[in-house]
C-alpha cells in the first residue's frame, strides 16, 4: 500500500505525541517532589515510628548516640555477669544525662524482666524500658477552640524565641492562621526579634512599647486574636530567671490576664529547656512548676549535645510530656516528639541491635 508522505509525518507526530505524554505521566509519578511521605504518628504513640520522623531522630541524636553507643558495645560486648552489666549501665546512662533516679528506675526494671542474660536481649529490654518511661498522654484536642492560646515561658538563653519562630512555621505549615504576642518587654531587643521572625514566618504580630506591662500585651492579644479569627496566639514571656520570685510573679499574672479575657485559656502552656544544661533544666523546670500549670515541654537543642538522656529525665522525674524537640537550626527542625522514634534512633548504631 502506497502511503503518502503526510501521512507518514501525521501519524509519527501523534505517535511521539504520545510517547511524550506517556513519559511525562511515568516520571511525574516516580518524582520524589510527588511522593508523600508517611503522616507522623500522634505525639505521645509508640507503634514504632514512621520513617521521616525515625531519620529526623536519628540525625539529632547522632552526638548522644555516638557516646552512649560506644559506652554500651563495651559494656555489652564483654562477659560479664548480668549485675556487673547493669553496674555499668548505670553509669553510662549517668553520663547521658538521663539521671540517677530515672537510671535506677530503668536498672530495676530490667533485674526484673526475664530472659536478659544476653547482650541482646539485655538492650531490647532497655529499648523497651525506655519507650514506656516516655509514653505520655496525646496532646490536648485543638478542635473546636478559637482562637488556642499557647503561653510559652522560659529563662534566657534556652532558645525560646526560635522555638516561637518554629512552632509558629508548624501550625502555619498546618494552614493555621497565627498570632506572636511580644510579651517580654524587659528584653531590650526581644520585641525586635521576635517581630522579624513573625514577618519571615508569616504571622500576625502584637507588641507594645519596650518595658511596657507583659500582661497587658497578652490581653491585647487575645483580644486581637478573638476579633482576626486566629487559629493559634502564641504569646512570649519574659526570659526570667527562675530563682527571681517578682518575675514568676509577674508570670503568673500573665496567666490569670489570659483566663479572665477568654475563659479556659491558656489551653498550652510550653516551657522551654535547653538539652545541654543538664540537671539544671531539670531545676528551672521544677520552679517554673510551683508557679504555673506547665502542660508540657519543648526540649531544644538536643542535637547538639551528647547527652540527650535528658528527656528521659524530664519525663520521668517531673512527669510533663516533651512535647516538641529542637533537632537543628531550621525552621523545620521543630518536631513533634515521638516515643518509638526517639528510641529507635538512640539505638541505631550498627554494631548494637
Same mark, same amino acid.
Given at each position: 500500500?502506497?502511503?503518502?508522505?503526510?501521512?507518514?509525518?501525521?501519524?509519527?507526530? =501523534?505517535?511521539?505525541?504520545?510517547?511524550?505524554?506517556?513519559?511525562?505521566? #511515568?516520571?511525574?509519578?516516580?518524582?520524589p517532589?510527588?511522593?508523600?511521605?508517611?503522616?507522623p504518628?500522634?505525639?505521645?504513640?509508640?507503634?514504632?515510628?514512621?520513617p521521616?520522623?525515625?531519620?529526623?531522630?536519628?540525625?539529632?541524636?547522632?552526638?548522644?548516640?555516638?557516646?552512649?553507643?560506644?559506652?554500651?558495645?563495651?559494656?555489652?560486648?564483654? *562477659?560479664?555477669? /548480668?549485675?556487673?552489666?547493669? !553496674? &555499668?549501665?548505670?553509669?553510662?546512662?549517668?553520663?547521658? *544525662?538521663?539521671?540517677?533516679?530515672?537510671?535506677?528506675?530503668? /536498672?530495676?526494671?530490667?533485674?526484673?524482666?526475664? &530472659?536478659?542474660?544476653?547482650?541482646?536481649? /539485655?538492650?531490647?529490654?532497655l529499648?523497651?524500658?525506655?519507650?514506656?518511661?516516655?509514653?505520655?498522654?496525646?496532646? =490536648?484536642d485543638?478542635?473546636?477552640?478559637q482562637?488556642?492560646?499557647?503561653?510559652?515561658?522560659?529563662?534566657?538563653?534556652?532558645?525560646?524565641?526560635?522555638?516561637?519562630?518554629?512552632? !509558629?512555621?508548624?501550625?502555619?505549615?498546618?494552614?493555621?492562621? $497565627?498570632?506572636?504576642?511580644?510579651?517580654?518587654?524587659?528584653?531590650?531587643?526581644?520585641?525586635?526579634?521576635?517581630?522579624?521572625?513573625?514577618?519571615r514566618?508569616?504571622? &500576625?504580630?502584637? @507588641?507594645?512599647?519596650?518595658?511596657?506591662?507583659?500582661?497587658?500585651?497578652? +490581653? *491585647?492579644?487575645?483580644?486581637?486574636?478573638?476579633?482576626?479569627?486566629?487559629?493559634?496566639?502564641?504569646? &512570649?514571656?519574659?526570659?526570667?530567671?527562675?530563682? @527571681?520570685?517578682?518575675l514568676?510573679?509577674?508570670?503568673?499574672?500573665?496567666?490569670?490576664?489570659?483566663?479572665?479575657?477568654?475563659?479556659?485559656?491558656?489551653?498550652?502552656?510550653?516551657?522551654? #529547656?535547653?538539652?545541654?544544661?543538664?540537671?539544671?533544666? /531539670?531545676?528551672?523546670?521544677?520552679? +517554673?512548676?510551683?508557679?504555673?500549670?506547665?502542660?508540657?515541654?519543648?526540649l531544644?537543642?538536643?542535637?547538639?549535645?551528647?547527652?540527650?538522656?535528658? $528527656?528521659?529525665?524530664?519525663?520521668?522525674e #517531673?512527669?510533663?510530656?516533651?512535647?516538641?524537640?529542637?533537632?537543628?537550626?531550621?525552621?523545620?527542625?521543630?518536631?513533634? +516528639?515521638?516515643?518509638?522514634?526517639?528510641?529507635?534512633?538512640?539505638?541505631?548504631?550498627?554494631?548494637?541491635?
Amino acid at each position: 500500500m502506497d502511503l503518502s508522505p503526510q501521512i507518514l509525518i501525521g501519524g509519527g507526530a =501523534a505517535l511521539l505525541t504520545a510517547l511524550s505524554v506517556a513519559i511525562l505521566l #511515568l516520571s511525574n509519578k516516580q518524582s520524589p517532589e510527588s511522593t508523600s511521605e508517611p503522616t507522623p504518628s500522634p505525639v505521645g504513640t509508640t507503634d514504632g515510628p514512621t520513617p521521616s520522623l525515625w531519620g529526623a531522630f536519628r540525625v539529632g541524636l547522632s552526638k548522644t548516640r555516638q557516646g552512649l553507643g560506644a559506652r554500651l558495645k563495651g559494656i555489652l560486648g564483654r *562477659d560479664a555477669s /548480668l549485675e556487673a552489666r547493669l !553496674a &555499668d549501665l548505670e553509669e553510662a546512662l549517668i553520663l547521658a *544525662d538521663v539521671g540517677v533516679p530515672t537510671s535506677r528506675r530503668l /536498672l530495676d526494671a530490667l533485674r526484673r524482666a526475664p &530472659d536478659v542474660e544476653s547482650a541482646g536481649a /539485655l538492650l531490647e529490654a532497655l529499648r523497651g524500658e525506655i519507650r514506656r518511661i516516655l509514653e505520655q498522654p496525646p496532646a =490536648a484536642d485543638e478542635g473546636g477552640v478559637q482562637p488556642r492560646i499557647v503561653l510559652v515561658a522560659g529563662v534566657n538563653g534556652v532558645g525560646k524565641t526560635t522555638s516561637i519562630a518554629k512552632l !509558629a512555621h508548624l501550625y502555619r505549615s498546618q494552614g493555621k492562621k $497565627v498570632l506572636i504576642a511580644a510579651a517580654d518587654t524587659f528584653r531590650a531587643a526581644a520585641i525586635e526579634q521576635l517581630e522579624v521572625w513573625a514577618d519571615r514566618v508569616g504571622c &500576625d504580630f502584637v @507588641k507594645h512599647q519596650s518595658g511596657g506591662d507583659p500582661s497587658a500585651v497578652a +490581653f *491585647d492579644a487575645v483580644k486581637a486574636a478573638r476579633a482576626r479569627q486566629i487559629d493559634v496566639a502564641i504569646i &512570649d514571656t519574659a526570659g526570667r530567671l527562675h530563682v @527571681k520570685a517578682n518575675l514568676m510573679e509577674e508570670l503568673k499574672k500573665i496567666v490569670r490576664v489570659v483566663g479572665r479575657e477568654m475563659p479556659g485559656a491558656p489551653h498550652e502552656i510550653y516551657l522551654v #529547656l535547653d538539652a545541654t544544661t543538664g540537671q539544671n533544666a /531539670l531545676s528551672q523546670a521544677r520552679q +517554673f512548676q510551683q508557679a504555673i500549670p506547665v502542660s508540657g515541654v519543648i526540649l531544644t537543642k538536643l542535637d547538639g549535645t551528647a547527652k540527650g538522656g535528658s $528527656v528521659l529525665a524530664v519525663r520521668s522525674e #517531673l512527669g510533663l510530656p516533651v512535647r516538641y524537640v529542637g533537632l537543628g537550626e531550621g525552621l523545620e527542625d521543630l518536631r513533634p +516528639f515521638d516515643a518509638g522514634a526517639f528510641a529507635a534512633a538512640l539505638f541505631d548504631s550498627g554494631g548494637l541491635a
